[in-house]
């Protein structure tokens, strides 16, 4: 009886700390990308920094915590399976009336894809997100 109770703790003490780290790394990378005849955007969150990348010309930010735990709030709203068919709301793109966009978040070593929308006017279950990465690359 000892035995299976030490076990029972053993094992639930292992998913606890397994459901933890699953939580705490919610992505290992987002990139937004923004793109158009002479002009490229990429903005690229990698563990507590930020690259931002403009026509070649880079800066690097530190992300603060609050605004780490911001974006894994947004992530866990949004499904990944569900991200490449989200409905884009404009397609001014087409035209070369906005920069094409979109937003690339890779977990666990698979990289989930949105679908090209305006720059400026991303789908609705992202806007939020894509708003708080723009913000990014702007120092605090």
């Known amino acids: 009886m000892k035995k299976t109770t030490y076990f029972l703790l053993v094992v639930l003490a292992m998913c606890f700390t397994a459901v933890s780290a699953q939580k705490s790394s919610g992505f290992d990378k987002i990139t937004y990308k923004a793109e158009t005849r002479g002009t490229q955007v990429q903005i690229t969150l990698e563990g507590d920094e930020v690259v931002f990348n403009r026509n070649g010309q880079q800066k690097k930010y530190q992300v603060s915590y609050v605004r780490k735990a911001k974006i894994q709030k947004l992530l866990s709203e949004v499904s990944l399976n569900a991200l490449k068919t989200l ?54």
């Open 87 to 140: 409905e884009v709301p404009s397609n001014k793109r087409s035209s070369d009336a906005a920069l094409q966009a979109r937003l690339e978040i890779e977990q666990r070593g698979v990289r989930y894809t949105s679908p090209t929308f305006d720059e400026g006017n991303p789908p609705t279950k992202i806007k939020e997100l894509v708003h708080l990465l723009l913000d990014l690359s702007k120092p605090e």
